[in-house]
């Protein structure tokens, strides 16, 4: 079965960090690009990080960019989020999901699928 | 940054026809997704690449384009079709993921 867990989240203090991990299972990771994805409670959905199948590019949304970084272990079949300088604005629930799947030659687009089970990080003191 | 635009509400009876559109300047040029999400759910992609179905998604869901907007259509709605939708595109660099606002399918 092609599986996202995710583990991390939790209740952190504006200014800190905190790190969520991203397990997938059920496919070949090395060959799929990935994203984080957020979604305040009763809001829409907000696209976070990429990640491409090496890990060498990663791209940002505005709202986070130098306070996110998005990486990857593919021996460990997991992606993660470092949020670093956390701030009340970040509250959500955050999602991984699979991107892409991609050769060396070119990449297959299915939209986003499947989604992990999501993480709520409530930033708040 | 880039946006993409969605009505907040729609509105249909069982067994209508519900349409759902999103308008963006780089979507002529860039693939776009749907997704279906329920109360508490994580959400499911219905329509991938503008107008490709996922194996599971019943045949009612399909999709369509015509210049800067695409269509999420809905032929013969269904209780179980009332959810949140989510069109999902990239700029026109093919670098930045976004998401429209969402649009809330009510079944009446």
Redesign the interface.
Known sequence: EVQLVQSGGGLVQPGGSLRLSCAASGFIFSSYEM?W?RQVPGK????VS?ISISGSTT?Y??SVKGRFTMSRDNAKNSVYLQMNSLRAEDTAVY?CARDAYCTTTSCS??????????TLVTVSS | ?YELTQSPSVSVSPGQTARITCSGDALPKQ?T???Q?KPGQ????V???NN?R?SGIPERFSGSTSGTTVTLTISGVQAEDEA?Y?C?SVDSSG????????TKLTVL
Request: aromatic content about 28%; cysteine-free.
């Open positions: 994203n994805v829409g959905l907000e696209w990429y791209y949304a505005d999602y687009l299915r939209g986003f699928d499947p989604w992990g089970q999501g | 940054s693939y997704h749907w997704y999400q994580a959400p499911v992609v329509i991938y690449k490709e996922p949140d989510y999902q670098t930045y993921r976004v998401f429209g606002g969402g």
